[in-house]
């Protein structure tokens, strides 16, 4: 998101033209992957419930984000990456790198071939 989406003042600013349209989801992933995933993000979901009183804001605020609600996140997050490989990502840009890859990879037949052009003297 933080590669992809726009930014108004120091905040970032969502779309759905230009934010998650532009990520490029696994190309095969099994059925037990994706029941993981299901499983993590309902996970998600419960441990927001246990903080009803507290916004989105709160609940995801870098410094003050419960302890549940990271966990939870922490473990989707992983098993989306291994959709993509077994092999974990060591940081955050590594991933963005494999992505950005791929995403090149499932565009490219959409754009047109140009020939260069060559300056007639």
């Not at 990879?105 to 260069?116: E, F, I, M, N, Q």
Request: aromatic share 10%; with cysteine.
């Amino acid at each position: 998101m933080r590669y992809t989406c726009g930014r108004l003042e120091s905040r970032y600013q969502y779309s759905s033209q230009i934010v998650y349209n532009n990520f490029p989801w696994p190309e095969q992933p099994t059925a037990k992957q994706r029941e993981t995933i299901d499983e993590k993000a309902q996970k998600v979901l419960d441990a927001r419930q246990q903080f009803p009183a507290a916004t989105l804001a709160e609940l995801y605020d870098p410094l003050a984000m419960p302890l549940a609600v990271a966990k939870a996140h922490a473990e989707l997050d992983r098993a989306v990456d291994l959709c993509y490989r077994p092999e974990k990502f060591d940081t955050d840009r590594q991933r963005v790198e494999y992505l950005f890859a791929l995403y090149e990879k499932l565009t490219a037949p959409l754009l047109p071939v140009t020939k260069s052009r060559r300056s007639k003297k």
